[in-house]
């Protein structure tokens, strides 16, 4: 299977992602402030940096990627996640479109709610596996992180977001 995402662990800043919304922001896991730090709940291999929301309530981050031919099976996966006891979250989906643009098919990953992270800072992984939509050309990925109660920051956060598609 091809990972079909570019620049999916946030290491090279904003680099193959389309601001879409908002102010999204590349935040290192060495932040502090009460950022999610190395001691956090997330991934074993999270490298040094992840993508946060910024200081407004709504920031999306895209990417659209053609789809091999006979596109048969694909994957997704990312870690999402928030702010102690905050409900700001991330939210990952893949659209499937035909040639023409009409939508086949839509998979969500997320948010992931602060009760599913038991209240601590930190992300969770989320993946989904499935077929991919017959007739599917392109796949739109957007990652959305929205604040959703009051404060400055938009405390959606994301790492390592893969996207992979294995051909027949």
């Known amino acids: 299977m091809t990972d079909l995402i570019v620049n999916g662990d946030a290491e090279q800043g904003l680099h193959g992602w389309l601001t879409v919304a908002g102010a999204p922001v590349v935040l290192r896991y060495d932040t502090g402030q009460g950022y999610p730090g190395p001691g956090d709940p997330g991934p074993a291999r999270r490298g040094a940096a992840?993508?946060?929301?910024?200081?407004?309530?709504?920031?999306?981050?895209?990417?659209?990627?053609t789809l091999p031919r006979r596109a048969s099976q694909f994957a997704i996966s990312a870690w999402l996640g928030g702010y102690a006891a905050q409900q700001d979250g991330a939210r990952l989906s893949v659209e499937f479109l035909d040639s023409g643009g009409t939508p086949r098919g839509l998979v969500v990953l997320g948010p992931v709610t602060a009760e599913e992270r038991s209240g601590r800072t930190g992300l969770v992984e989320r993946s989904a596996r499935g077929t991919v939509p017959p007739g599917s050309r392109t796949a739109v990925v957007t990652l959305q992180m929205t604040r959703s109660g009051g404060g400055t920051s938009n405390d959606g956060y994301a790492d390592n977001i893969s996207f992979t598609v294995e051909a027949r």
């Not at 992840?50 to 990627?65: A, E, M, W, Y």
């Open 50 to 65: 992840f993508f946060g929301g910024g200081d407004t309530p709504l920031s999306t981050l895209r990417q659209s990627v």
